[in-house]
């Protein structure tokens, strides 16, 4: 009579090759399989619900999103067969539950952000030098106001720098003050030449009394066309020598009188072209 079970002492360890349990044909079933060395798939292994551990290093997609997905894989930078991985998922080691890290202050060097990709007008950068102190002069030959000058580095040689000025302004009495941009040693923003007459960016005209003081505001879009450092500053002088200019100075300075004082400021821009 056949035996319908084979005890397990009467089974040596050895006894069923793999000869016994290959089939080419016929799937079978096996429950509570625990396998220590690691199985070997020579094309694929379907799973019911999960398949837990390292399979080539790698997962395999099939078409179930899209066709587009046949052969893609996700590769696993570094399997760990610790416990403590128990019920982890795919693990990207930049951003793990902080996407921050994505981000460009987050990454060794950080994401460059291509700026011809920004919408013509986009502001690149911005910068401000604040002029507190006064400063003054009496010559009819034009002089940096002490102070006064803001550099900046374009990202992009295309780029566009937006110059905004703010001058305290102060001169003699029925008297001219002219004030002219510059960048680096270049006169920007002149007036057209009209016979003998100077070219100069603004005037500043003083009558009497309290008029001798004003605000001044230039505002100019230049074109610089390059990706070094450039520097913009303000030039003044007097219509003629010995009458007095200056920048956040009032006319009570002339006879020691306590006024308010002046604040001048010039801002860059860089500007996406």
């Given amino acids: 009579m056949a035996l319908s079970t084979i005890g397990t002492a009467g089974l040596a360890d050895d006894a069923v090759t793999s000869a016994k349990v290959d089939s080419t044909t016929t799937a079978f079933t096996v429950a509570d399989l625990v396998v220590t060395n690691g199985i070997t798939a020579g094309t694929s292994i ?13 997962i395999l997609l099939d078409a179930s999103a899209a066709g587009t997905d046949v052969g893609d894989e996700f590769l696993l930078n570094a399997t760990d067969g610790s416990a403590s991985n128990d019920g982890s998922k795919i693990l990207f080691e930049e951003g793990t539950d902080d996407v921050s890290s994505m981000l460009k202050s987050g990454l060794p060097g950080g994401i460059t952000i291509n700026d011809s990709s920004l919408p013509a007008g986009s502001s690149l950068q911005v910068l401000q030098v604040t002029k507190l102190d006064k400063f003054s002069m009496t010559s009819s030959t034009y002089a940096d106001v002490t102070g006064f000058a803001a550099s900046i580095t374009p990202s992009s040689s295309s780029s566009k720098i937006f110059v905004m000025v ?29 016979g003998v007459r100077s070219r100069t960016t603004t005037t500043f005209y003083a009558g009497s009394g309290a008029n001798a003081a004003a605000g001044i505001g230039i505002n100019f879009l230049d074109s610089p066309n390059t990706t070094s450092a450039i520097t ?34 010039i801002t860059l821009m860089e500007v996406a072209s």
């Fill in 46 to 58: 379907n799973a019911g619900s999960e398949l837990v551990g390292n399979v080539s290093g790698r």
């Fill in 166 to 194: 703010s001058i305290g302004a102060n001169c003699t009495p029925g008297s001219v003050a002219e004030f002219r941009l510059l960048r680096g040693s270049t006169e920007i923003l002149l007036a057209d030449a009209e």
């Fill in 232 to 265: 913009y500053k303000i030039q003044i002088r007097s219509n003629s020598d010995g009458t007095i200019v200056g920048v956040n100075r009032t006319q009570d300075d002339a006879n020691g009188a306590s006024s308010s004082r002046q604040t001048s400021t």
